[in-house]
T-cell receptor
Framework: AQKITQTQPGMFVQEKEAVTLDCTYD???????LFWYKQPSSGEMIFLIY??????QNATEGRYSLNFQKARKSANLVISASQLGDSAMYFC??????????????FGKGTTLSVSS | EAGVTQFPSHSVIEKGQTVTLRCDPI?????LYWYRRVMGKEIKFLLH????????ESGMPNNRFLAERTGGTYSTLKVQPAELEDSGVYFC?????????????????FGPGTRLTVL
């Protein structure tokens, strides 16, 4: 079974609008972290935002916020006031076993976001 | 501070040839990871080094893949012999070591990737 599910292969939004990218996850761990990465056409992976399973408040980083609904096992990324430079592929990822310093990330298939003017 | 670097950025080889990918992590990062994204699929974990030791190699697809991290600094990933299905983008990532930020998210910093095409 997939551990990270991103059901939207592509999303389209106009500049200055907000957009939500969906992510659901599956884990039996109590301690885990959820990450969002951006991959522009140049190929590098850019870390955007993190949410820990024990964090009570939703994470925010500038125009990015993470809508964390633990009971539903969802960690949707919200981008406010979209910009043309936001056009990229977005990956949701999870790291289980946060009590260990190094465990691998589990990625979803990604969502391609296209922002138009 | 320099980020994670990978070499080469692109490699095109024929089936049956050998290719070696290199990753230089951020200085001082004990954890080094290799991931791979095959076209249209999700990014998959290959293996994890802690310093020079292989902590987890459960994602390595088969014995045609050999990873090393001599001296706990840079790492190489050799594919020998390469097959068509090995084509994809190979990412390297690094993070701080044991005792550093344990319990925190211990962010993994990614390199730009190596795009491997096997013809």
């Amino acid at each position: 079974a997939q551990k990270i599910t991103q059901t939207q292969p592509g999303m389209f939004v106009q500049e200055k609008e907000a957009v939500t990218l969906d992510c659901t996850y599956d884990t039996s761990d109590q301690s885990y972290g959820l990450f969002w990465y951006k991959q522009p056409s140049s190929g590098e992976m850019i870390f955007l935002i993190y949410q820990g399973s024990y964090d009570e408040q939703n994470a925010t980083e500038g125009r990015y916020s993470l809508n964390f609904q633990k009971a539903r096992k969802s960690a949707n990324l919200v981008i406010s006031a979209s910009q043309l430079g936001d056009s990229a592929m977005y990956f949701c990822a999870m790291r289980e076993g946060l009590s260990q310093a190094g465990t691998a990330l589990i990625f979803g298939k990604g969502t391609t976001l296209s922002v138009s003017s | 501070e320099a980020g994670v670097t990978q070499f080469p950025s692109h490699s095109v080889i024929e089936k049956g040839q050998t290719v070696t990918l290199r990753c230089d992590p951020i200085s001082g990062h004990d954890n080094l990871y290799w991931y791979r994204r095959v076209m249209g699929k999700e990014i998959k974990f290959l293996l994890h080094f802690v310093k020079e030791s292989k902590q987890d190699e459960s994602g390595m697809p088969n014995n045609r893949f050999l990873a090393e991290r001599t001296g706990g600094t840079y790492s190489t990933l050799k594919v020998q012999p390469a097959e068509l299905e090995d084509s994809g983008v190979y990412f390297c990532a690094s993070s701080q070591g044991l005792g550093d930020h344990v319990g925190s998210y211990n962010e993994q910093f990614f390199g730009p990737g190596t795009r491997l095409t096997v013809l």
